[in-house]
């Protein structure tokens, strides 16, 4: 089954919480026991699995990522947004989660984060959840 969604983001680099939206389309999906997985189709946007119970560990994320990866450099592409390209390379365009009972594992910190870091936009998320 494959399900899709949009999320419009109202700044250049933010981490957006969509663990809940996933869960449903695991729930709508019927399936008990499987593998879910989260696509993110754009080059400067993607998704990670991290802490979700405390708001500062999204800043902490998308400010370690702008100092590794600062937007003013000496970059060679022409857009300005070769920050972005790197970032999204990090962080990786795809993730992967169990179901097991109807319900995805998580440990319980854990959410699901699209990334964002070339905002603001509005962008396409796929979840295809596969029945074992």
Not at 25 to 47: L, N, Q, R
């Amino acid at each position: 089954m494959l399900f899709s969604f949009e999320i419009s983001t109202k700044n250049r680099n933010v981490l957006v919480d969509i663990t809940d939206k996933v869960r449903q389309f695991v729930e709508k999906s019927g399936v008990v026991s499987g593998v879910c997985i989260i696509y993110i189709p754009h080059t400067t946007a993607g998704v990670t699995i991290n802490e979700n119970a405390d708001p500062s560990v999204k800043f902490d994320i998308e400010n370690a990522l702008s100092k590794i990866v600062p937007p003013n450099f000496d970059y060679t592409h022409m857009e300005g947004n070769s920050d972005s390209h790197i970032k999204s390379t990090l962080v990786s365009p795809s993730i992967s989660l169990i179901i097991d009972n109807g319900k995805l594992i998580l440990g319980t910190w854990q959410g699901i984060y699209f990334c964002e870091f070339d905002g603001p936009r509005r962008r396409k998320v796929y979840v295809k959840i596969i029945k074992d």
